[in-house]
């Protein structure tokens, strides 16, 4: 049988998904399963890292199943999984010592408080691209090692393994042959740097983490290893492509060239921008990545992250009930002209890139008697947009590259009016493309090109398809004088504490 379908494996923070996609680009099956998520104490986030496994081997059977598509004919798996979040495993058992320690748990704040007292963040900084906070992987193994009876022992000896969700789901599909990570994955771990190229002997030191357990960093796109064949119907499959979400994204969306940037609006927003073979240090709060590794080169990216936004809708709807679907929004914010200098801040667990303040919290300004629910929605949409710009603005100043054009993904991406609002106040054309599935895209991508499914970067980007440009309709005195009214309101915000 001719091997020309990529499985494409997303495993997010809520669930676990895998598609099959042809040598179009078109996806052709879907399968997802969600998982528990658990919460020991407040601020802390965990997942069972089995409970994982057995919802990509449900989809993985599901898809192919559904499809009637045989695993003889799967060229190769691409993986892209929710980042940072770190699982440690025994290296004989394969049995995790610990839940999963999930990206936006809190529970490593003291290590992180330690660690800045102890005047590490230059050093951090200047290795690693990163900032230290409690978001990232380092700590949380630190954390496990110490909270674990016996394991800081063990893993010196060599008996326990360390990895993202990526490390941990190509231990377990290829039977335990491969204990390995990409450059997207090792980026966010604050143990790698990301300008030698390896895990740092000064950061490991840091952290009191062994050497022993940690995976060997590959390219994002080559073949690793096969799986066994008991988890595919008789099969071995390619392992062949690995990134982290946003940098799997980042590819999707064909944001190949230096200067080019996409942002995703999901709960939060993501906006990378590829800043080519140079890493680019950021003055401005942004965070310095590695976005991939391909054909024996790395490339680099800018990072902003920003805590809210469609979960800023998410409020309209279930906090206030303002609308009854998150789609609704586009009605109400098209009913009038202008928002009448009404600005909400949606720091509802402080502000992300570029502000970096934790104890903000949310406000709404310029309310007046004549205030209705359309400018309050209205404001709320408008708000993603100016995060988006306050990202953008320091983004270019970093990287002293002026952005062409944003291409956009993500569940907010639909709302046509916020993409019309975001081209305007960015005074950029916006970019929607037909598949919004551009995260699982890249993953197959990667893999696709290390089975030789696609040549080329150059034959990848001809899969891309525009849905909707979005022009620059607003003339510059509007869009500085509604930037400056936002400016004026996060100001205030910050004061009020």
Same mark, same amino acid.
């Given at each position: 049988?001719?091997?020309?379908?990529?499985?494409?494996?997303?495993?997010?923070?809520?669930?676990?998904?895998?598609?099959?996609?042809?040598?179009? &680009?078109?996806?052709?099956?879907?399968?997802?399963?969600?998982?528990?998520?658990?919460?020991?104490?407040?601020?802390?986030?965990?997942?069972?890292?089995?409970?994982?496994?057995?919802?990509?081997?449900?989809?993985?059977?599901?898809?192919?199943?559904?499809?009637?598509?045989?695993?003889?004919?799967?060229?190769?798996?691409?993986?892209?999984?929710?980042?940072?979040?770190?699982?440690?495993?025994?290296?004989?058992?394969?049995?995790?010592?610990?839940?999963?320690?999930?990206?936006?748990?809190?529970q490593t704040e003291?290590?992180?408080?330690?660690?800045?007292?102890?005047?590490?963040?230059?050093?951090?900084?200047?290795?690693?691209?990163?900032?230290?906070?409690?978001?990232?992987?380092?700590?949380?193994?630190?954390?496990?090692?110490?909270?674990?009876?016996?394991?800081?022992?063990?893993?010196?000896?060599?008996?326990?393994?360390?990895?993202?969700?990526?490390?941990?789901?190509?231990?377990?599909?290829?039977?335990?042959?491969?204990?390995?990570?990409?450059?997207?994955?090792?980026?966010?771990?604050?143990?790698?740097?990301?300008?030698?190229?390896?895990?740092?002997?000064?950061?490991?030191?840091?952290?009191?983490?062994?050497?022993?357990?940690?995976?060997?960093?590959?390219?994002?796109?080559?073949?690793?290893?096969?799986?066994?064949?008991?988890?595919?119907?008789?099969?071995?499959?390619?392992?062949?492509?690995?990134? &982290?979400?946003?940098?799997?994204?980042?590819?999707?969306?064909?944001?190949?060239?230096?200067?080019?940037?996409?942002?995703?609006? &999901?709960?939060?927003?993501?906006?990378?921008?590829?800043?080519?073979?140079?890493?680019?240090?950021?003055?401005?709060?942004?965070?310095?990545?590695?976005?991939? &590794?391909?054909?024996?080169?790395?490339?680099?990216?800018?990072?902003?992250?920003?805590?809210?936004?469609?979960?800023?809708?998410?409020?309209?709807?279930?906090?206030?009930?303002?609308?009854?679907?998150?789609?609704?929004?586009?009605?109400?914010?098209?009913?009038?002209?202008?928002? @009448?200098?009404?600005?909400?801040?949606?720091?509802?667990?402080?502000?992300?890139?570029?502000?970096?303040?934790? @104890?903000?919290?949310?406000?709404?300004?310029?309310?007046?008697?004549?205030?209705?629910?359309?400018?309050f929605i209205r404001?709320?949409?408008?708000?993603?947009?100016?995060?988006?710009?306050?990202?953008?603005?320091?983004?270019?100043?970093?990287?002293?590259?002026?952005?062409?054009?944003?291409?956009?993904?993500?569940?907010?991406?639909?709302?046509?009016?916020?993409?019309?609002?975001?081209?305007?106040?960015?005074?950029?054309?916006?970019?929607?493309?037909?598949?919004?599935?551009?995260?699982?895209?890249?993953?197959?991508?990667?893999?696709?090109?290390?089975?030789?499914?696609?040549?080329?970067?150059?034959?990848?980007?001809?899969?891309?398809?525009?849905?909707?440009?979005?022009?620059?309709k607003m003339g510059?005195?509007?869009?500085?004088?509604?930037?400056?009214?936002?400016?004026?309101?996060?100001?205030?915000?910050?004061?009020?504490?």
């Amino acid at each position: 049988m001719e091997k020309k379908y990529i499985l494409a494996l997303d495993q997010g923070t809520t669930s676990s998904r895998a598609m099959i996609i042809n040598q179009n &680009g078109e996806i052709i099956g879907v399968e997802q399963e969600e998982f528990e998520q658990i919460f020991p104490k407040p601020g802390w986030v965990e997942h069972n890292a089995n409970e994982i496994w057995a919802s990509i081997l449900a989809v993985i059977a599901g898809v192919l199943l559904k499809t009637n598509i045989s695993s003889k004919e799967i060229a190769g798996i691409g993986i892209t999984n929710q980042r940072e979040t770190a699982v440690v495993w025994e290296k004989d058992t394969g049995k995790p010592i610990y839940n999963a320690i999930v990206w936006q748990s809190r529970q490593t704040e003291d290590i992180c408080k330690k660690l800045r007292k102890d005047g590490y963040q230059d050093m951090v900084k200047d290795k690693t691209g990163l900032l230290i906070d409690p978001y990232f992987a380092g700590t949380k193994a630190r954390w496990i090692l110490d909270e674990v009876d016996g394991a800081q022992e063990r893993a010196e000896k060599g008996e326990l393994l360390f990895g993202t969700i990526d490390s941990w789901l190509v231990w377990k599909l290829t039977g335990g042959k491969a204990h390995i990570t990409d450059y997207s994955n090792a980026s966010r771990t604050l143990l790698y740097n990301i300008y030698d190229l390896e895990w740092d002997d000064e950061l490991l030191e840091m952290l009191n983490i062994p050497k022993a357990m940690l995976p060997e960093v590959k390219q994002s796109s080559e073949i690793y290893e096969n799986t066994v064949p008991y988890h595919f119907f008789g099969e071995e499959v390619p392992v062949a492509g690995i990134a &982290g979400d946003q940098q799997a994204a980042l590819f999707g969306q064909g944001c190949f060239e230096k200067g080019m940037a996409k942002n995703t609006y &999901g709960t939060g927003c993501f906006l990378l921008m590829n800043t080519g073979e140079n890493a680019v240090k950021s003055e401005n709060g942004l965070l310095t990545t590695l976005a991939w &590794g391909i054909d024996g080169k790395v490339e680099y990216a800018l990072e902003g992250s920003i805590f809210v936004a469609g979960s800023a809708i998410q409020w309209l709807r279930d906090g206030l009930r303002m609308v009854r679907q998150s789609p609704d929004t586009e009605n109400y914010a098209t009913r009038i002209e202008s928002s @009448d200098g009404v600005y909400v801040v949606p720091a509802f667990v402080g502000l992300g890139a570029p502000y970096w303040d934790a @104890d903000a919290r949310g406000a709404i300004f310029g309310l007046t008697r004549g205030t209705e629910k359309e400018q309050f929605i209205r404001a709320t949409l408008e708000s993603l947009a100016y995060q988006t710009r306050d990202v953008m603005d320091v983004m270019e100043k970093d990287s002293g590259i002026a952005l062409k054009t944003l291409r956009v993904d993500g569940g907010a991406s639909s709302n046509n009016f916020l993409m019309q609002f975001q081209a305007d106040i960015l005074d950029v054309p916006v970019e929607r493309p037909e598949n919004q599935e551009t995260t699982v895209l890249g993953a197959a991508f990667l893999a696709g090109l290390a089975v030789g499914l696609w040549k080329d970067k150059s034959e990848i980007k001809k899969q891309w398809k525009l849905d909707k440009r979005f022009k620059v309709k607003m003339g510059s005195e509007e869009r500085n004088d509604l930037y400056e009214g936002w400016q004026k309101a996060v100001k205030a915000t910050q004061a009020f504490k």
